[in-house]
């Protein structure tokens, strides 16, 4: 179930949108690589690997938002499974598009706001 997580933030007011949950499965190879054209070029060409893979069924994409501790921001991450007939899974996570670097789960309840860094943000869970 997909929903979105609205933050605000309680000292400046800053305010960031991301999508949480299972976007959706998908056979189709064109509307996988529709909901990756944003990421970065090594995460599309492994994401068009696994897909052309013999075997592919299908992939499903579970959006999160992530933390990118280099840059100190706060980024819409994917991670995009794909399912082979022979059983096998293949997961893939994105990575920050600013530097490339590993993104980390993120403590809602403990979040201080990435712009102003004082105040902690607040989430709301819309569905």
């Known amino acids: 179930m997909e929903k979105r997580l609205d933050f605000k933030c309680s000292s400046c007011g800053e305010e960031f949108v991301f999508l949480n949950g299972v976007e959706k499965s998908s056979k189709d190879k064109d ?27 299908e992939a499903i994409a579970t959006f999160h938002p992530k933390f990118c501790s280099k840059c100190n ?8 499974s794909s399912v082979y007939k022979n059983g096998k899974i293949s997961i893939i ?7 490339s670097s590993e993104l980390k789960k993120i403590d809602y309840k403990f979040l201080k706001c990435p712009n102003c860094k004082k105040g902690l943000l607040k989430v709301k869970e819309v569905d």
């Open 73 to 80: 921001v706060i980024v819409q991450g994917i991670s995009v």
């Open 93 to 99: 996570e994105s990575e920050c598009p600013y530097c």
């Open 31 to 57: 509307a996988i690589n529709a909901a990756i054209v944003d990421y970065s070029e090594s995460f599309k060409n492994e994401i068009n690997e696994a897909i052309n893979k013999e075997g592919f069924i």
